[in-house]
């Protein structure tokens, strides 16, 4: 007679639940999404006008503090002074991007360069329109044709960098950022890139090397005013830090440097989500779900910005805690900015596990199969909870699908063992339990398991 221990089926949706969500639904805190490479830059100050110098730098610096009604007023200033200035084109196009006046930022770049025909940084501007209208064919075009202009331009590699990492295309994205360091050695910004370059890449050593190497170079912070970074870029710089250390898995550390910008700059929504994810991370949840709310809270001032997965991340977080209520009120707001969100049906599920609610778990898992059909996670806790409503045959076809999908992991044949095993078939069951066995190795078999496997090896085949 087979003892039915379904407790061991919650256990093992609990190992499952950690396993799966640490390589899968947990979404590795973001990297600061600010533009690490200051507009600045790009924008000439005239040393041998005096006068137009002045006016030129106090609208660097209004841009610099984003006062960008005064910065336009201050750069249309230099228009009148000297209407064929096309550097002050540039500068008055690149403050109308910042404020996402597309038009306006077009209509002053096209100035430019019919104003000089040779000015680099006017279709550099051009071309960072284009890449904020997604038109990244036209973007790269710009950037190409001021690089074979002028082969030592760093700012237009810094600028094709940008472009090729928004691709995906690591690799020329990497080759550019060189290329301008090579040129521009001693800066913050282009470290900063390339660490950034390197995350898309998932070096996140090398990386970090970048980001220790972008801080040893920045300016004490009481000379910013006299640097060509802004207070935001100059946080930034701790807040990458801190989401590589998060990536690393060295939370104190991600903590301490996300201090820093929070200390710097403390109305970016990011470092408090960074910072919640590392004190998560080291159970703080208290800290965490603090900081989480702070993130939320700033981030609803911005609502074009895609914050999603701070509410999903705020869930897990009352997961954690046992509060179930504000979990799923959380996962079902996370479904409310992004419907087709399958990890967040996943989470929903497993608190209906929690509660035992078996029926509305599996609807759970299946909206997210439905979503994702090759998604693991959702098939493997449906198999699990099948378990737990002595559905065996349909807990086999799950476990069969998760073999399918993923061999390598142990979830699989666990489960499929304990179907088989509940259902009465032993070979298949001892066939699946000693291949999870040989996947976890002898030593870290869950100890809830063994009499099953010592009684099925004494069973008559």
Do not use: W
Request: glycine share 6%; hydrophobic share 40%.
């Amino acid at each position: 007679m087979r003892i039915k221990v379904f407790f061991i089926c919650t256990v093992a949706i609990i190992a499952l639940t950690v396993i799966l969500t640490l390589n899968n639904s947990l979404s590795y805190a973001t990297v600061t999404g600010s533009d690490p490479t200051p507009t600045p830059t790009l924008i000439y100050i005239p040393f041998d006008n005096p006068a137009l110098a002045e006016i030129m730098q106090n609208g660097v610096d209004l841009a610099k503090q984003e006062k960008y009604d005064e910065a336009i007023e201050v750069f249309n200033q230099a228009i009148e002074i000297d209407p064929n200035f096309a550097p002050a084109y540039v500068a008055l196009g690149y403050v109308y991007l910042e404020i996402k006046d597309y038009d306006s930022a077009m209509t002053n770049s096209q100035l430019a360069i019919e104003l000089d025909l040779e000015l680099a940084e006017g279709y550099i501007l051009r071309g960072d329109i284009y890449q904020k209208l997604g038109n990244y064919e036209e973007s790269l075009k710009e950037y190409n044709f001021v690089i074979s202009l002028y082969p030592d331009k760093a700012e237009a590699y810094v600028a094709r960098s940008r472009l090729y990492q928004l691709l995906e295309d690591y690799d020329s994205a990497l080759a550019d950022i060189n290329k301008a360091l090579e040129i521009t050695p001693e800066s913050v910004a282009r470290y900063v890139l390339r660490a950034l370059v390197y995350i898309g890449m998932e070096d996140y050593e090398t990386a970090l090397q970048d980001i220790i190497q972008a801080i040893q170079l920045l300016p004490d912070f009481s000379e910013l005013e006299t640097s060509n970074l802004s207070v935001v870029q100059y946080a930034n710089v701790f807040g990458v830090a801190g989401s590589i250390q998060n990536r690393l898995g060295n939370y104190g550390a991600a903590i301490e440097n996300l201090d820093r910008a929070i200390e710097i700059f403390p109305d970016q929504a990011e470092f408090y989500y960074n910072r919640g994810f590392a004190y998560y991370s080291l159970g703080n949840h208290d800290q965490a779900l603090s900081d989480y709310n702070l993130a939320i809270e700033l981030s609803a001032e911005a609502p074009e910005f895609d914050y999603l997965g701070y509410y999903f991340e705020r869930g897990l977080v009352y997961v954690a805690m046992s509060n179930y209520p504000a979990a799923l009120a959380d996962f079902n707001q996370a479904l409310e900015l992004k419907p087709d969100y399958s990890d967040a049906y996943i989470q929903i599920g497993l608190i209906y596990v929690a509660q035992e609610d078996y029926s509305a778990a599996i609807s759970s898992f299946s909206d997210a199969i439905e979503i994702e059909p090759d998604n693991v996670q959702a098939y493997a806790n449906r198999g699990l909870t099948y378990i737990s409503l002595e559905n065996y045959d349909l807990a086999i076809q799950d476990f069969d699908l998760v073999i399918q999908l993923m061999p390598e992991i142990f979830v699989g044949y666990l489960g499929r063992g304990l179907a088989y095993y509940y259902s009465g078939y032993g070979k298949e069951a001892l066939r699946d339990l000693r291949e999870y066995e040989r996947l976890v190795g002898e030593e870290n078999v869950n100890p809830l398991y063994i009499p099953i496997i010592e009684q099925l090896g004494l069973d008559p085949v």
